[in-house]
């Protein structure tokens, strides 16, 4: 049985291959980029006054004048003026183009005009103060974001004010999430009581809506005739297919041989973690990638997070993120040689740090338990206690 390490290392072995697309700045929020974002020009493109006063050289200052005759008025947006009388001063506003001939900014808060004439009410002035020089951000042509950086609220600024009216982004993974079981029933259904309704692909949606995948809701039955059928037509359709249940060692769990016939190659199946153990991961010859996700919710879940999410990142160029790293808040025995996801609520420590409370939970169908759940931490197989104040990674989701 494969370890976690080995299972995760082979999973990211197989990522899909998206090709890029053009679309509207517009619709681009969190997409990820397959070009660089690249200063058209100096940013920022001019010397810009920082903050509403009056320009000023310096030298008249330095050499001892005070009063500076108001000579106009710079505003943003406007081109620069130019101070003819080094004695004069021009007010400026915040945005505007430091005016030619002038080197130095006073605040407002600083200086008393009357009657049109400025009086400095400071002592200390420093050459350059309040003025953002130009350059001083990046040069034109610097690389502003590269290739797979998905585009947050300060990329889409940077991407509007470099003028990228279109974007080349990896085109959105188009997955179908494809609950099995005939004890499962529609949301709006009122089950039987040897009957539940169906919540995993629900779950699955809500997790990979995360990066902006494409999904569809499907359910088969346990009918290996009828799975087969629908399942090579989604193959056709889809990037990737996301099953959850039917691949543990009961009579009536149908997909690995499935996806055998339909040319699916088996990767590995079962990884020594608990929970989702059966965990079934293949890939075939055209590229299309497919989850077998065990059925259990809990299972489901941490299968999500710790594999097919980082998959999904992976695939769209993202670099993989770290997990949180906590101490536990009390000892946790756990004797099989499994990796052991232990649900876990988050709370800070007075020193700063992350802490981890177990709440175990009643099994992997325990599905109420996750609405506490801040994430599972990893304990590693080899150990079995678990000291109160060890640290171990944590996978969030909340």
Known sequence: MLSVTEAFSLVLKHPLVLPAETIPLAQAAGRV???????????????????????????????????????????????????????????????????????????????????????????????????????????????LASVGTRLGPPEMAVAASVGKAMVLVSRLPRIALISTGDELVDVSETPEPYQIRRSNTYLLQTVLQTVGAQTALLHLPDDAGAMETELKSLLNDYDALVLSGGVSAGKADFVPGVMERLGVRQVFHQVAQRPGKPLWFGASEAGKVVFGLPGNPVSTFLCAYRYLLPWLNASLGLRLSQPTVARLSQPVMFQPRLTYYLPVSLSISPDGSWLAEPLPGSGSADYANLLQCDGFMELPSEQSAFKAGEAFPVYTFR
């Open 33 to 143: 980029l397959r070009e660089p974002l690249v200063a058209d020009r100096d940013l920022p493109p001019f010397d810009r006054v920082s903050m509403d006063g009056i320009a000023i050289r310096y030298q008249s200052f330095a050499s001892g004048q005070r009063h500076f005759r108001v000579a106009g008025a710079q505003f943003a947006g406007q081109p620069a003026q130019t101070l003819d009388d080094e004695t004069a001063c021009l007010e400026v506003m915040t945005g505007a183009m430091l005016p030619l001939e002038t080197d130095t900014v006073i605040r407002y808060e600083d200086i008393q005009i009357t009657e049109g004439v400025a009086e400095i009410r400071i002592e200390t002035v420093l050459p350059g103060q309040n003025i953002h020089q130009r350059a001083t951000d990046r040069k034109q042509n610097d690389e």
